[in-house]
């Protein structure tokens, strides 16, 4: 029973507790409790989405978030997260069409103006997202998600400068947030990103280690989310295994892999660095 009483608005509410402390198995179960007891409880039909979309199981997100669209049209973030669910499984041209809806009625919303970036950047257009990412910077200011795919999407479209210039933007947005919470992993996390990407494995490595060492040691398989990034602690070991990859050590990587597949033996990059040769 949840905290509230045996109603749906009291699993709603207890869903996104557990939602907001990574714990998705458990936000699941709430929010299925919350539209067994009321099957009009569009909001929690949503946060049922949002969750099978964090955990990356996108197909089960797009049947949930399609019939909130359906009962909701008017309403902007389950039709943007629906768009997220639909490029996630790279369906770009359906997510770029929900995209242009929402910024036909709102030329400002710059998570909209980001997905059309995205969507370029899927199909390969390096072009095309640096300029949807300038738009979103536009209308959004500075933001960590838009510097990191312009800085991405510049050093693919060959312009090294932009890249480096944009990605050490995006870094300094992440220090002042690992600043504020370093006991934290996500801030760690994404800043080895930043450092992955901009080729500096060894960096990177660093910042992935401190993110592991900050990840609950009790629960691998917890979920955390940062400026529209989701990653558990297997991910951040996977990442630990890439960067031995790229650094020529392909014995550790492969180590890494075998580690995380004791854990989890479907994980594709684990897979990945455990049959290295």
């Known amino acids: 029973m949840a905290f509230g009483g045996e109603n749906a608005e009291s699993y709603y509410d207890e869903g996104l507790t557990a939602s907001m402390k990574g714990d998705m ?16 409880f ?12 964090r955990m990356g199981q996108a197909a089960q997100a797009i049947d949930l978030l399609q019939q909130v669209v359906s009962r909701r049209p008017e309403q902007a ?30 030329p400002m919303n710059a ?8 969507v ?21 200011g500075n933001n960590f998600a838009v510097l990191f795919l312009l800085g991405r999407a510049a050093k693919l479209a060959g312009d090294p400068q932009l890249a480096q210039t944009t990605l050490e933007s995006a870094d300094k947005l992440l220090q002042k947030s690992v600043e504020l919470n370093p006991d934290q992993p996500e801030g760690h996390y994404l800043r ?6 901009r080729d500096q494995f060894s960096t990177a490595m660093e910042h992935y280690r401190a993110a592991d060492d900050h990840c609950d040691p009790k629960n691998p398989n917890r979920l955390y989310s940062a400026f529209g990034e989701n990653f558990t602690q297997l991910d951040v070991l996977a990442k630990l295994g890439l960067c031995y990859q790229r650094l020529g050590k392909d014995d550790r990587a492969r ?4 580690r995380i597949l004791k854990q989890n033996p479907e994980h594709r990059i684990g897979r990945s660095l455990a049959s290295l040769q």
């Open 120 to 140: 370029c950047f899927a199909e390969a257009n390096w072009t095309g997202a640096m300029e949807q990412a300038r738009a979103a910077l536009v209308s959004g």
């Open 42 to 53: 569009a909001a929690a039909y949503h946060q049922l989405g949002k969750c099978f979309l």
């Open 255 to 258: 180590e890494m892999g075998e």
């Open 192 to 197: 080895g990103e930043v450092y992955f990407a």
């Open 25 to 40: 198995a458990r936000a699941i179960q709430c929010f299925e409790k919350a539209v067994r007891l009321d099957n009009t």
């Open 77 to 106: 973030p389950p039709r943007l997260d629906l768009g997220y669910a639909l490029l996630a499984l790279n369906r770009t041209q359906e997510a770029r069409q929900h995209f242009e809806q929402l910024l036909l009625a709102d």
């Open 111 to 118: 998570r909209a103006q980001l997905g059309l970036a995205q």
